[in-house]
């Protein structure tokens, strides 16, 4: 799923009509529109996608609520702030793509993985 349809998806939910739910929320149909077709990028403003979030229903920390932000981060290509946060597992981000590409891990890195599983 991607973000747009994520969002449309979430306001169709509430029973909101495209223009009816940007009149309640003050926003522009037209750049919503687009939002939800994949034909903008949603913004990088952490502020205003919780602002979104919170309108289009989704309670903090519910999967849903990281789901909203993840593929906001995937349609900007950029990997979720809470994750770069998080030094252990930014070192851990290479194993991670390597593996995606078919890689085997070492032990070593097999092992630091399971350590890092454990202490979370």
């Given at each position: 799923m991607k973000f747009g349809e994520f969002m449309k998806e979430l306001r169709l939910k509430k029973d909101f009509g495209l223009r009816e739910f940007c009149k309640k929320f003050n926003l522009d149909p037209s750049n919503?529109?687009?939002?939800?077709?994949?034909?903008?990028?949603?913004?990088?403003?952490n502020d205003l996608l919780?602002?979104?979030a919170t309108q289009l229903g989704?309670?903090?920390n519910d999967k849903d609520w990281f789901l909203f932000f993840d593929l906001a981060s995937i349609a900007r290509r950029e990997i979720p702030s809470d994750i770069l946060n998080d030094k252990n597992i930014v070192e851990m981000?290479?194993?991670?793509?390597?593996t995606l590409?078919?890689?085997?891990?070492?032990?070593k890195e097999m092992k630091n993985v399971a350590k890092l599983l454990k202490d979370s």
């Open positions: 919503w529109s687009k939002l939800e077709r994949g034909i903008l990028t949603p913004p990088s403003d919780k602002k979104w989704l309670k903090k981000l290479p194993l991670f793509y390597r590409r078919g890689q085997k891990p070492t032990v």
